[in-house]
């Protein structure tokens, strides 16, 4: 069974910082497709990053919403079967619940539905 775990999670002042870490367990990635998602308070749940990759890990690909674009970065270990997102010049909208998910199918995928898989959720909140 797949698990994702997400941590890295918590308080940070804006400006400031945080990487967030989704490690995947239960099945090693061929091809796939790992993302990010949040949701703040009293909104739905927004598309942040997706990174994918084909199976010889030759090719990958990554996109972001255009609200983090030049601020975050998605990478992933492919050892480690851990995705993660560095979140820089963080802003008071970024708080939010980030959740990761993971798909073992080629293709980049910017929707919660395409994925197969999603982890609980780790908190970030950014004060001003």
């Known amino acids: 069974q797949v698990q994702l775990v997400e941590s890295g999670g918590g308080l940070v002042q804006a400006g400031g910082s945080l990487r967030l870490s989704c490690a995947a367990s239960?099945?090693?990635?061929?091809?796939?497709?790992m993302g990010w998602f949040r949701q703040a308070p009293g909104k739905e749940r927004e598309f942040v990053a997706t990174?994918?990759?084909?199976?010889?890990?030759?090719?990958?690909?990554?996109s972001y919403a255009d609200s983090v674009k030049g601020r975050f970065t998605i990478s992933r270990d492919n050892a480690k079967n851990t995705v993660y997102l560095q979140m820089n010049s963080l802003k008071a909208e970024d708080t939010a619940v980030y959740y990761c998910?993971?798909?073992?199918?080629?293709?980049?995928?910017?929707?919660?539905?395409?994925?197969?898989?999603w982890g609980q959720g780790t908190q970030v909140t950014v004060s001003s």
């Open positions: 998910a993971a798909k073992f199918r080629p293709g980049t995928a910017w929707s919660w539905g395409e994925y197969d898989y």
């Open positions: 990174i994918s990759w084909s199976w010889s890990g030759s090719s990958t690909s990554t």
């Open positions: 239960g099945r090693r990635f061929g091809s796939g497709a």
